[in-house]
């Protein structure tokens, strides 16, 4: 305590500045209450929001070519092709079930395409066409799926005899840009297979496009099979 020794009042009870005494702190604002971060959040579900409003979604591919009724087998020797697949989008591709190189990319676009579109939960079908001789097609079928992960009912693998196979083998690569001659043998038609490509085929049985195995040219695959099958506004 300290007297005024001018006033002689009473003794003063303010702390001096040598009492060693600070103001006290305001209490931290809790984030909550922060405005700038609601801006932030309010912008970043502003900018989700209008994502899907701001994407362009490119029309479907447009049709190649009609292709021809083709009757096959399955892997159970039960009939299957175009009739079974009518109504139905599919992903076709031409597999050779004894080849060690050449099918390596169709095998494992197929599989890529079987993973997106499960995940996706879009009913797009893939169809893998075997050159093989029917009878070893349907007995190595179980093992050559196996080996390459692609079990799936997603998908159906289907072989029938040369006559059964040359219409479809034909389209497919007259659609690729092939000259088809007259006499060409379903041998040279085989060879398509070789060309590792995915035929993209619409709900009317239409040719809507043949794309790369590779990355790039799966991934079009892909989505150019998911704006073919979206339904018409």
């Not at 006033?7 to 303010?14: D, L, R, V």
């Not at 890529?112 to 939960?121: A, E, Q, V």
Request: glycine share 6%.
């Amino acid at each position: 305590m300290s007297h005024d020794p001018v006033a002689g009042g009473a003794p003063s009870s303010a702390p001096s500045s040598d009492d060693g005494a600070h103001p006290a702190a305001e209490p931290r604002r809790p984030i909550w209450r922060n405005p700038y971060v609601w801006a932030a959040i309010g912008g970043m579900a502003a900018m989700t929001a209008l994502r899907p409003c701001l994407r362009r979604v490119p029309a479907p591919p447009p049709v190649v070519a009609k292709l021809p009724a083709y009757r096959l087998e399955d892997t159970a020797g039960r009939p299957s092709g175009s009739a079974e697949l009518a109504g139905q989008v599919y992903h076709l591709a031409l597999v050779r079930m004894s080849c060690a190189v050449h099918c390596v990319p169709v095998a494992r676009a197929l599989k890529t395409l079987i993973r997106r579109y499960d995940y996706m939960k879009i009913p797009v079908q893939l169809v893998a066409v075997a050159v093989d001789p029917p009878a070893e097609a349907r007995r190595g079928a179980s093992a050559y799926l196996a080996q390459r992960k692609l079990v799936s009912p997603r998908l159906r693998l289907l072989s029938g005899p040369p006559e059964a196979l040359k219409p479809l083998l034909e389209a497919l690569a007259r659609a690729s840009g092939f000259a088809v001659p007259k006499g060409t043998t379903v041998s040279e038609l085989e060879a398509l297979a070789h060309q590792a490509r995915l035929y993209l085929i619409d709900a009317a049985g239409n040719l809507r496009g043949s794309y790369r195995t590779d990355e790039l040219g799966t991934d079009e695959a892909y989505h150019r099979g998911l704006h073919v099958w979206l339904p018409k506004p």
